[in-house]
């Protein structure tokens, strides 16, 4: 049988010579034919060169490199349409996701299942702001969105073959692998683990970050946004109707003066607002609408294979990897 890993890299020179070590070293998988799949996301320190090396060396190591920084989705899905394995399986360098989880994987697939789903079910290496930020996604993605995602799963899962030709076809730039994964659907199982600390080097993940992963889940996946400022614009309106026939009534009926000056600049300037937010929900889809439209690549990649010496010309590509194998002097070996 044959176990791809696929391995989405940015700045990892402290930690991918360990994760290899690792694999190379785990005792399940002697006697298996383990394929590594790194995918460098436009990393600036020596990663790539690691990268080449452990290449040269090992022929069930693949190399993508992204000509600049794409972002973790982008590299997953390149490393997923990349991966050749009966079994697909996405994970960290970092090994916070444990080798040992990955036998159970596999035996659950043994058994019929399409996806397995890695849960964690302590996160207490995570900061308290993390885990908090996590939960409360989780909870709102769930309450508006289809298809639901499992909570506390990331992307560290196992997918048959059949399941990651289905995800290739799909041809959404605007990327949210954690929905993509859930929407292609399949037998699924569940096998939980304990996270654990990072191997070596720190997390490139900040708060302004997984602010737009969160964003880019709930757009990607739902039109509530957009549906609540239907029922938040008739509130206003009849709000605004009521309040009006009531100024209307205690002038005529009253002889009240209708209070001027205030009252009107505080109903502006509340529906100013409630109209710029309208805009910017709009905006994300859009913008989203904008970008699917232009149909680029997800990403660029100039070099591919399992040996520094594998190159090609600069393209980019969508679905199917392109191999164009030459020598120094642009000559087919």
Same mark, same amino acid.
């Given at each position: ?177 954690? $929905?993509? *994964?859930?929407?292609?659907? =399949? ?7 304990? /996270?654990?600390?990072?191997? &070596?080097? @720190? ?76 805009? $910017?929900? *709009?905006?994300?889809?859009? =913008? ?7 149909? /680029?690549?997800?990403?660029? &990649?100039? @070099? ?30």
């Amino acid at each position: 049988m044959k176990i791809s890993l696929v391995v989405p890299v940015f700045n990892e020179e402290d930690a991918i010579t360990i994760f290899y070590r690792e694999i190379r070293h785990f005792q399940p998988f002697q006697g298996e034919e383990v394929e590594i799949v790194f995918v460098d996301d436009g990393s600036t320190d020596f990663t790539a060169v690691l990268m080449k090396e452990m290449a040269q060396e090992d022929s069930l190591v693949k190399n993508i490199f992204f000509t600049r920084n794409f972002g973790k989705e982008a590299a997953l899905f390149a490393g997923l349409a990349e991966a050749s394995g009966e079994v697909v399986i996405p994970i960290d360098v970092d090994l916070q996701d444990p080798l040992e989880v990955i036998p159970r994987m596999i035996e659950k697939w043994r058994e019929g299942a399409d996806v397995v789903l890695a849960k964690r079910m302590d996160r207490s290496c995570d900061s308290y702001l993390k885990r908090k930020s996590a939960e409360w996604f989780y909870h709102l993605h769930n309450l508006i969105s289809n298809p639901q995602i499992e909570e506390n799963v990331g992307d560290f899962r196992l997918m048959s073959r059949e399941v990651v030709e289905h995800i290739k076809l799909l041809p959404e730039r605007n990327l949210f692998m954690k $929905g993509i *994964l859930s929407w292609v659907g =399949g037998k699924t199982d569940v096998v939980e683990y304990v /996270r654990a600390e990072r191997a &070596a080097g @720190k997390s490139k993940f900040n708060g302004w970050k997984l602010w737009n992963l969160a964003l880019e889940g709930i757009t990607s996946f739902s039109t509530f946004p957009l549906r609540m400022w239907t029922y938040i614009g008739l509130f206003v309106a009849g709000c605004s109707f009521f309040y009006g026939a009531y100024m209307l009534i205690d002038t005529l009926c009253f002889g009240n003066p209708v209070k001027g000056y205030t009252s009107i600049m505080v109903s502006m300037l509340f529906l100013g607002g409630v109209q710029l937010i309208g805009i $910017g929900v *709009l905006g994300e889809y859009i =913008g989203r609408i904008y970008i699917e439209t232009k149909n /680029r690549p997800r990403e660029g &990649a100039n @070099k591919r294979g399992n040996s520094s010496r594998l190159t090609q010309p600069f393209h980019f590509f969508m679905f199917e990897p392109i191999f164009s194998p030459v020598n120094a002097l642009n000559q087919p070996i």
